[in-house]
């Protein structure tokens, strides 16, 4: 059973940073597709940006460009999210998600169904 275990969240003031970290286990994910989103209060989940195993290829939502960067982390099996400059419109809660396909397919990136392993979220809170 694949598992994928968040941590970093917390409360960070406007302009600071924050990264987060996304465990996988229980499966080899050597070519799994990693993509974070996240889910503010009253809205829909929102893709925020992917990586594939390899960390070679990343793909980010607009919104986000320039300020945060997924990368693979030193730990096996780990993604990171790094998040700068943070606003208080990027409060949410943030998950990690993976894709056994590994198909890097930029139109389908984006889409919620395109993972089937999620975890269980993690708080970023941004105060202004």
């Known amino acids: 059973q694949a598992q994928l275990v968040e941590s970093g969240g917390g409360l960070v003031q406007a302009g600071g940073s924050l990264r987060l970290s996304c465990a996988a286990s229980?499966?080899?994910?050597?070519?799994?597709?990693m993509g974070w989103f996240r889910q503010a209060p009253g809205k829909e989940r929102e893709f925020i940006g992917a990586?594939?195993?390899?960390?070679?290829?990343?793909y980010y939502t607009d919104s986000i460009k320039g300020r945060f960067t997924i990368s693979r982390g030193n730990a096996k099996n780990t993604v990171l999210l790094q998040m700068n400059s943070l606003k208080p419109e990027d409060a949410a809660v943030y998950y990690c998600?993976?894709?056994?396909?590994?198909?890097?397919?930029?139109?389908?990136?984006?889409?919620?169904?395109?993972?089937?392993?999620w975890g269980q979220g993690t708080q970023v809170t941004v105060s202004s």
């Open positions: 998600a993976a894709d056994s396909t590994g198909s890097w397919n930029l139109a389908n990136l984006s889409r919620i169904s395109g993972y089937d392993y």
């Open positions: 229980g499966r080899t994910f050597g070519n799994y597709v």
């Open positions: 990586i594939n195993w390899s960390g070679r290829n990343t």
